[in-house]
């Protein structure tokens, strides 16, 4: 049974740094893509970031390019975003989520659309960028 588990959120002042970790489980990540997405207030969820478990390759939303760091621990099962010089539009609930069936830039667009056994989402972890 697949099954992620978000950590790390928290409230952080603008231009502060904060690290997600993405804990999972019941797969082995050579055959899936982990992706983080979040969702602000009154507006839909969007990708941010992925990582290939093939071959470590890594993707972002141009929002968060040079921002945003995602890597894996292969030995620990798991993800993580590094965000530093955060803003108050980084404001939202962050998601892991894990599918066999796309990578890349492309996972990052249709993430948000996709359930069932498509996917497989976490539960969610806040971070709240505020004074």
């Known amino acids: 049974q697949v099954q992620l588990v978000e950590s790390g959120g928290g409230l952080v002042q603008p231009g502060g740094s904060l690290k997600l970790a993405c804990a999972y489980s019941?797969?082995?990540?050579?055959?899936?893509?982990i992706g983080w997405f979040r969702q602000a207030p009154g507006k839909e969820r969007e990708g941010v970031s992925c990582i290939s478990g093939s071959d470590g390759s890594t993707y972002y939303a141009e929002s968060v390019e040079g921002r945003f760091t995602v890597s894996r621990d292969n030995l620990k099962n798991t993800v993580y975003l590094q965000m530093k010089s955060l803003k108050p539009e980084d404001t939202a609930v962050y998601y892991c989520?894990?599918?066999?069936?796309?990578?890349?830039?492309?996972?990052?667009?249709?993430?948000?659309?996709?359930?069932?056994?498509?996917?497989?989402w976490g539960q969610g972890t806040q971070v709240t960028v505020s004074s």
């Open positions: 019941g797969f082995r990540l050579d055959y899936y893509s």
């Open positions: 989520a894990a599918t066999q069936y796309y990578s890349g830039n492309y996972y990052l667009l249709v993430g948000p659309t996709l359930s069932g056994d498509k996917i497989d």
